[in-house]
């Protein structure tokens, strides 16, 4: 069965400092990655997916991940982060052939002034 | 930009009572969903919907849960007989169709049983 580990549960970090959240999966067939952002009570905005292709996907608000098949990660990054980025980051992935999400645990981005 | 909207956006029930969570998915999309977030734990799959009938459910989506299109834009989760745990935030979601992978979330209705 698949899995989603994030392994940071909370990310304190500098404004406009970079900013690296990660996340590795585990499945045995082929998947689909995407991040999430939540802010405080809002709902799950999706901020970047990855299907095929290119490894490096871009997303909103200068976000980008990385999908590295043969560590099976997908680390989500910007170079500088605004206090607006303050929010909750849930990874997912679907596996091909399903339709259901898997989602890590999330991780808390607090960016401070 | 099209949303997913989901009615109301918290409700409160006594255990035992029978509710309804309701969802406008997006207008052109085929697939809907629920997943359900526990205070403080993960995001979890409930079920999904297609061509008005189950296309896949977890182990949780038992008999105490059901879903029904009822008509051309709503989307609804029934819960019987709810208990304690139930409580949680239920997000509906929709994508476009067989091709497509990403799936678009709604802000979710808060359930307290009490």
């Known amino acids: 069965a698949q899995s989603v580990t994030q392994l940071d549960s909370q990310v304190p970090v500098f404004e406009e400092a970079p900013v690296e959240l990660r996340c590795n999966y585990s499945?045995?067939?082929?998947?689909?990655l995407f991040w999430y952002v939540q802010y405080p009570n809002q709902g799950l905005q999706l901020l970047l997916k990855?299907?095929?292709?290119?490894?490096l996907v871009k997303g909103i608000n200068g976000f980008e991940a990385e999908f590295n098949k043969s560590q099976t990660s997908f680390h989500l990054r910007k170079p500088s982060v605004h206090i607006s980025d303050t929010a909750e980051y849930f990874c997912?992935?679907?596996?091909?052939?399903?339709?259901?999400?898997?989602f890590g645990s999330g991780t808390r981005l607090q960016v401070q002034p | 930009e099209p949303e997913v909207t989901q009615t109301p956006s918290h409700q409160v029930t006594q255990m035992g009572q029978e509710v309804i969570l309701r969802c406008v998915p997006i207008?052109?999309?085929?697939?809907f969903y629920w997943y359900r977030q526990i205070l403080g734990q993960k995001v979890e799959f409930l079920v999904s919907?297609?061509?008005?009938?189950?296309?896949?459910k977890s182990e949780i989506f038992d008999d105490q849960f059901s879903v029904e299109r009822p008509d051309g834009s709503n989307f609804t989760l029934k819960i019987r007989s709810t208990k304690l745990e139930d409580s949680a935030m239920y997000f509906c979601?929709?994508?476009?169709?067989?091709?497509?992978?990403?799936?678009?979330f709604g802000p979710g209705t808060r359930l307290t049983v009490t």
């Open positions: 990855y299907l095929s292709g290119s490894t």
């Open positions: 499945s045995s067939v082929s998947v689909y």
């Open positions: 997912a992935v679907k596996e091909a052939g399903r339709r259901a999400l898997t």
């Open positions: 919907f297609y061509n008005n009938e189950i296309s896949e």
């Open positions: 207008s052109n999309h085929l697939y």
């Open positions: 979601a929709s994508s476009e169709g067989s091709g497509f992978h990403e799936q678009y």
